[in-house]
């Protein structure tokens, strides 16, 4: 799919003529990853887009490929320059997608057969987030439009001070200080390839975002089928109200009268991802009851707009939706939701969902797909389902499901050829038995050449959120088929408070950090070790976020089972933590509060990891970035430092550029080599 590399081409050479080789941090950035497929208007054919890294200048390009739906070769459109947020035109003879200029991103579109290539917007500062008019005669997108002051604008005769005057929460969010720039949805008209440069502001002074910040893209703006109104999200809040609630909201604007209609009136949690019915008549949206509660079970809501009758269709399911689809004929959504560690399509037919449900039954909604994968995005395709696909082996590719039968048809296969040269672990499903009687899913993911007659050293793998289902994910850090090539054997368990094990469960964990799910930990890890495979005496846990946090309460709890810990952007210390981080609504639900509440939430003194800090007796690894923000970087000083006091072989990797993740090429490179380096010095 692309030229590889000398060094991707040297490797292979190897692999070829002595075997199958392992994987390595160096070999996942040689994977392209896929994502945004778009389905042309007539369903024939999709563009997506794939990312190449190029480790030595720490830099990617983003290509464009074009690809039949019924399956095929993909073809690139050549471009000089990185492509994103490539959609097609209503009429579906061009592909509009951003592009770099001078003057920020701009719009250009080029026929699909690679021809044609024209800038089709000028618009001054650039634009993000576009998209076509179904009736092709505006363009929407979003700009940053300047609605703060700086010191400067403050006192303009101090043009060289560098301060910030604060009087209000919200002054930085997860890796970035406030810009005292807001994210506005405009519209511009569109004709003949040309987008106008009179805009119209549809948040006109307005402080607030349209797409949220900071993980909200494209898919919080939506036209109408009729091209007449933009249906959008956005919290309509501000500094300490913003910080403590997660109630966003659907607006409607409507052209001609510039008039903007709130939808969503006394629906208090996250509303998201509106989605029109294809015949205009209905508008779907995913839904949070709970305003505060960013993991509590998305629903899907949809709403008659004649009638005003709304219905919650997913009301009676056991689950959370994370992506939905509208059939063609508007009598059918489709949608991705979590089910025991893995993620798949389910079909909800709204017809027999307004039928009489017996008590306890989810009529009318069925499951499509299954397997031990994940999928991550959907599209509706006559009687198939298009998405990207990922496993713990495997990163994502596009694949189609057919909705009557569930079979499977791959459709991509962009890093077949490097793939093919690495040797992947066994991945094992096993159900373990929980210290209150329940059964836990854990995944165990073996070395390549496992040999059971062999002792392993073994790593418990703490997950984070602390509501993100252990599933069939395929990550650039955590990797555990990495982990697994290096001579680890995985223990990935899904405690308690992970999702796609039903709503109890997922709520479990919020108020009882430090409880059920540390107990769940130690069921998991101390169930594998039983096998002769493992080394009891070579044990570690490691971590992030939660996890990370986990790491820093496992080592005061362990009774001597781990030999070493690695924490990443861990919480350690929960009072100075509420102290510093950003999103309170967050602590303020899973923390049950802030620490001068009366009483005392017991998150403060039974669950914090700092109170049993003198229990710490095993070499431990802090990674931290100084632009997290949601766990600030004193969480991971506070750790390192007290491990450095008390004589207990430790060491802090930290990363001034990076915050919450480590997104750098170099940076992630680096992360592994030091992750890997120490695991060797404290196991092996």
């Not at 009087?167 to 810009?179: A, G, I, K, S």
């Not at 036209?223 to 956005?234: E, L, R, T």
Request: hydrophobic share 35%.
């Amino acid at each position: 799919m692309k030229k590889l590399s000398l060094f991707c081409a040297l490797f292979c050479v190897y692999a070829i003529s002595f075997g199958q080789t392992s994987l390595s941090p160096e070999l996942l950035w040689e994977f392209d990853r896929l994502s945004d497929e778009q389905v042309s208007p007539d369903g024939k054919m999709m563009v997506y887009g794939l990312s190449d890294y190029t480790l030595s200048t720490n830099k990617s390009l983003r290509s464009l490929y074009l690809l039949p739906v019924a399956g095929g070769t993909s073809r690139k459109i050549e471009l000089e320059k990185s492509a994103y947020n490539a959609r097609w035109r209503p009429d579906g003879k061009k592909i509009g997608f951003l592009s770099a200029t001078e003057d920020g991103f701009q719009l250009f579109e080029i026929n699909p057969d690679g021809s044609g290539l024209q800038q089709a917007s000028t618009i001054a500062g650039g634009i993000d987030n576009f998209s076509y008019a179904p009736d092709g005669k505006h363009v929407s997108f979003t700009q940053l439009v300047k609605t703060g002051q700086t010191v400067q604008d403050i006192y303009p005769d101090l043009p060289l001070a560098k301060a910030r005057i604060i009087d209000d929460l919200m002054y930085r969010h997860w890796d970035e200080w406030d810009d005292y720039m807001n994210s506005h949805v405009m519209f511009a008209p569109y004709a003949d390839g040309k987008v106008d440069n009179k805009v119209t502001d549809i948040m006109q002074g307005e402080p607030y975002d349209c797409p949220q910040r900071p993980f909200g893209g494209g898919e919080d703006i939506v036209w109408s089928p009729d091209g007449k109104s933009i249906v959008y999200v956005s919290k309509k809040l501000q500094g300490k109200e913003y910080a403590v609630s997660t109630n966003s909201q659907l607006y409607r604007y409507d052209l001609a009268s510039g008039k903007t209609t709130l939808l969503t009136e006394g629906m208090n949690g996250y509303d998201t991802h509106p989605s029109f019915s294809p015949d205009g008549k209905k508008l779907a949206w995913l839904s949070m009851k709970n305003d505060g509660f960013e993991s509590d079970k998305n629903d899907i809501v949809v709403r008659d707009l004649q009638s005003g009758i709304q219905q919650v269709i997913t009301e009676a399911y056991d689950g959370s939706a994370s992506t939905f689809s509208w059939a063609a004929n508007s009598q059918k959504i489709y949608f991705v939701s979590g089910i025991n560690a893995t993620f798949q399509f389910f079909e909800a037919d709204l017809a027999q969902l307004s039928s009489t449900k017996k008590e306890g039954e989810s009529t009318g909604i069925k499951q499509i797909s299954s397997g031990t994968h994940d999928f991550n995005t959907l599209s509706v395709v006559g009687n198939q389902l298009i998405g990207s696909k990922t496993s713990m082996s495997a990163p994502a590719d596009l694949f189609a499901v057919d909705t009557k039968t569930g079979k499977e048809t791959t459709l991509t296969s962009v890093n077949k050829e490097t793939l093919s040269q690495i040797k992947m672990g066994k991945v094992e499903k096993r159900m373990v038995p929980t210290t209150d009687g329940k059964q836990m899913l854990v995944w165990v993911v073996y070395p390549p050449d496992f040999d059971p007659a062999k002792k392993y050293p073994t790593l418990l793998y703490c997950q984070g959120g602390p509501q993100s289902a252990v599933s069939q994910f395929f990550s650039y850090r955590w990797n555990f088929q990495l982990m697994a090539a290096k001579g680890y054997i995985v223990v990935a368990p899904n405690r308690r408070g992970l999702p796609s094990f039903g709503q109890e469960w997922n709520d479990a964990i919020s108020g009882d950090w430090g409880g059920q799910a540390m107990r769940d930990y130690l069921s998991a890890i101390d169930h594998v070790a039983q096998e002769p495979f493992v080394d009891k005496d070579r044990l570690g846990a490691v971590g992030a976020s939660y996890g990370g946090y986990s790491v820093y309460y496992l080592a005061g709890i362990h009774e001597k089972r781990f030999k070493t810990f690695i924490s990443h952007c861990g919480l350690y210390n929960l009072e100075s933590w509420y102290g510093s981080t950003e999103e309170m609504f967050f602590a303020n639900w899973d923390i049950k509060g802030p620490y001068w509440s009366k009483p005392k939430p017991v998150s403060y003194t039974q669950f914090s990891p700092h109170n049993l800090v003198g229990n710490w007796d095993t070499p431990i690894l802090v990674i931290h970035g100084e632009k997290d923000f949601r766990v600030p970087i004193n969480q991971g000083m506070e750790a390192f430092n007290a491990a450095q006091l008390q004589g207990i072989p430790s060491r802090f990797l930290y990363f001034p550029e990076e915050g919450h993740w480590v997104l750098g090429a170099q940076n992630g490179v680096l992360w592994h080599r030091v992750f890997f380096e120490w695991l060797d010095e404290t196991l092996k």
